[in-house]
């Protein structure tokens, strides 16, 4: 059983930076695949970025590529979000994730826990 915990959410003005934390409990947080997603009232679920097991392979959704960087620290049991050039369509609640393998899958459905959830609100 792996619990969830993000942190880190908050206020910020449009091309403002933030940074998300997740931390993990549990001693197996290297064997999965990490990654965020984020949902905005009234739309639906949307992926953000993952990153494998290792830290060695990354990727990131369209709407947010250039802007956002995932890494993840496995002696600290943590995976970050680095969030900058905020925009206020970035306003959502973002969710950590872990996978079921060292695989992500974009769409969720490999996702074997999830977070409580952050507030993000980015204003113009």
């Known amino acids: 059983q792996v619990q969830l915990v993000e942190s880190g959410g908050g206020l910020v003005q449009a091309g403002g930076s933030l940074r998300l934390s997740c931390a993990a409990s549990?001693?197996?947080?290297?064997?999965?695949?990490m990654g965020w997603f984020r949902q905005a009232p009234g739309k639906d679920r949307e992926f953000v970025a993952a990153i494998d097991s290792s830290g060695g392979s990354t990727f990131s959704g369209a709407s947010v590529k250039g802007r956002f960087t995932i890494s993840r620290d496995n002696a600290k049991n943590t995976v970050y979000l680095q969030m900058n050039s905020l925009k206020p369509e970035d306003t959502a609640v973002y969710y950590c994730?872990?996978?079921?393998?060292?695989?992500?899958?974009?769409?969720?459905?490999?996702?074997?826990?999830w977070g409580q959830g952050t507030q993000v609100t980015v204003s113009s």
């Open positions: 549990g001693r197996t947080f290297s064997r999965y695949a």
């Open positions: 994730a872990a996978a079921s393998s060292n695989y992500f899958s974009i769409s969720g459905t490999n996702v074997l826990y």
